[in-house]
């Protein structure tokens, strides 16, 4: 556990993850597209993949993708998989 900006955060893999309600809150600002390819990169689909399933291109995706990782406030594809499982996991706990 660490603190960075007054927060708690575990570290994971190359960076940092948050303990509190940072992705629960960022996830109520997601486009339903956005959505979708959070679900897509969760599942570990590549951007060609992701790109086919939605029918968009492949520069959109990487678009969606730059702007997830903004409001996740994340560094790399890895951690916005790992953001999508902790808000999953926390919308699950919320609803029981």
Do not use: C, Y
């Not at 893999?13 to 509190?20: A, E, I, R, V």
């Not at 309600?21 to 992701?50: E, H």
């Not at 951690?79 to 699950?92: D, I, K, P, R, T």
């Amino acid at each position: 556990m660490a603190m960075k900006n007054g927060r708690k955060w575990e570290t994971a893999m190359d960076g940092f993850l948050p303990t509190q309600t940072l992705f629960t809150d960022s996830a109520t600002r997601l486009t339903p597209m956005q959505q979708k390819i959070l679900k897509g990169v969760q599942s570990g689909r590549l951007n060609k993949q992701i790109a086919f399933d939605l029918g968009i291109a492949e520069a959109t995706v990487k678009a969606h993708m730059t702007a997830l990782m903004r409001k996740l406030n994340v560094r790399n594809r890895t951690q916005v998989a790992l953001a999508a499982q902790f808000m999953e996991q926390h919308a699950s706990e919320r609803a029981a």
